[in-house]
């Protein structure tokens, strides 16, 4: 069975631009939620996705969005990029909302310049 | 405010050792805790996880206990070697069912 999949593993941009980082959870997995991880403040929740819903929001400013498709795939879309933004972006798929253990991709290094 | 803590930030051990890595946590209302080990630059993997109705969880060399009441669970790793030389992360699960992580354990294990 593959694993939750995060495309692109690398991403450069120009502060001000913005940026869609996808994620493919497990199969059969329907939730999704998205993590920050820096250096200063370790990990943070962004959001959770359900059955094509946004369950939860972290406290991220609302430059920081997400959509979930039908078949559970997400994407995360960052506008107006600062440089705070550079981070390790890690994507999580559990079978459903809950109590479920959460299954991590292997991320996506976004540095701004 | 849901904490998360992790006590030493970084420890070195000699192979051969038991690790021993302590996670508190400030609201005891959850549903489960995680164990999760992150190499360098690398996503999360998961190692153990806790339900809120159980003590403890096994798997190969690696044992968890929760303490719900106290608000602490505890990893070991038996006879460390140095491939479990990672980072090791706790993470809590509330109802509003996001982690709330802890900022880890980083882990040398000396050959």
């Known amino acids: 069975k593959a694993g939750v999949t995060q495309t692109p593993r690398y991403l450069i941009k120009t502060r001000g631009q913005q940026v869609t980082l996808s994620c493919s959870p497990i199969s059969g997995h329907r939730s999704v939620s998205w993590y920050q991880q820096t250096p200063g403040q370790g990990l943070q929740f962004l959001f959770e996705y359900f059955s094509e819903t946004q369950r939860n929001k972290g406290n991220f400013p609302g430059r920081f969005s997400g959509r979930q498709f039908s078949n559970s795939r997400s994407e995360m879309n960052v506008s107006t990029l600062e440089l705070g933004d550079s981070a390790l972006y890690l994507c999580a798929s559990s079978w459903s909302t809950g109590y479920y253990e959460q299954y991590f991709g292997p991320g996506t290094r976004l540095t701004v310049t | 405010k849901q904490e998360v803590t992790q006590i030493p930030a970084a420890l070195s051990v000699p192979e051969g050792e038991n690790l021993v890595l302590n996670c508190s946590f400030t609201d005891s209302a959850i549903y489960n805790l995680q164990w999760f080990r992150q190499d360098p630059g690398k996503g999360l993997t998961s190692l153990l996880l806790?339900?809120?109705?159980?003590r403890e969880q096994t798997s190969g060399r690696l044992n968890a206990s929760l303490d719900k009441s106290s608000g602490r669970s505890t990893l070991y790793i038996a006879a460390s070697q140095p491939g479990d030389s990672a980072t090791y992360l706790c993470?809590?699960?509330?109802?509003?069912?996001?982690?709330?992580f802890g900022k880890g354990n980083q882990v040398v294990v000396i050959p």
């Open positions: 806790i339900q809120s109705s159980q």
């Open positions: 993470a809590v699960l509330y109802g509003n069912n996001r982690l709330a």
